[in-house]
């Protein structure tokens, strides 16, 4: 008799864990090298593993039900329902332990996924150039200038690294606040318009640095003509 109980007691074992093990058989975390795929499943649901904690909670609970309602003097009864119980109860807190920990690396794997695609350049642009050191400052030179209208000036700007060093071959974009009154070209000649004042900018690497540029009116007041 007790031989049959033991046998009973494994097949209810196996058969709670294939029925309900849902955290450990039907939740799948993130495959191996994961990293390295542009494209994957895996379960970010964690309903499976709830399920799992809750049958193990209902389980516990059913087997002290059913084991107070043994006489008591069948001790041995007693003690099987018991056992039984807290095993099936522990094979669903680990498969749901099992479940929650696919679902956390599933989601995190997701997430990482979603910033590759996010930091992939469409089919076809440029791949985007990351500086391998950041820019610190932009310096422009002269950082001020009086000029009258068609008068030039030779604008240079260096870019600084955080230790001090300087840039080398690194390329800016001009621009003037106001080119009615100074223009500015891609070479950093600035040529002066009209009276006023302009702001001369240049930029890389989204860090910017300035000129203050005046233009008065010509001295003789006759206005200049390019040479």
């Not at 389980?59 to 099987?80: F, H, R, T, W």
């Amino acid at each position: 008799m007790t031989r049959v109980r033991a046998t009973l007691a494994v097949h209810l074992l196996f058969v709670s864990l294939a029925c309900t093990a849902c955290g450990l058989l039907l939740t799948h975390g993130p495959p191996a090298g994961h990293p390295a795929l542009n494209d994957f499943r895996c379960t970010r649901s964690v309903a499976g593993p709830v399920l799992d904690a809750v049958a193990a909670a209902v389980g516990i609970g059913l087997s002290v039900k059913s084991a107070s309602e043994q006489p008591d003097y069948d001790i041995s009864a007693i003690n099987e329902i018991l056992v039984v119980g807290v095993a099936r109860a522990a094979l669903w807190s680990v498969s749901a332990a099992i479940g929650f920990d696919k679902v956390s690396k599933c989601n995190a794997a997701q997430r990482q996924l979603a910033e590759r695609r996010a930091n992939t350049p469409p089919s076809g642009a440029p791949a985007l150039v990351v500086p391998t050191t950041e820019v610190r400052t932009v310096e422009v030179t002269p950082a001020a200038d009086t000029l009258v209208p068609d008068e030039h000036v030779q604008l240079v700007a260096r870019a600084f690294e955080p230790s001090g060093g300087v840039f080398l071959n690194k390329t800016f974009r001009w621009s003037s606040s106001n080119d009615a009154i100074a223009s500015v070209s891609d070479s950093g000649v600035v040529t002066a318009h009209a009276p006023g004042t302009a702001l001369i900018a240049a930029n890389t690497d989204n860090v910017i640095g300035t000129a203050s540029l005046v233009v008065r009116p010509p001295r003789d007041g006759i206005e200049r003509t390019p040479p």
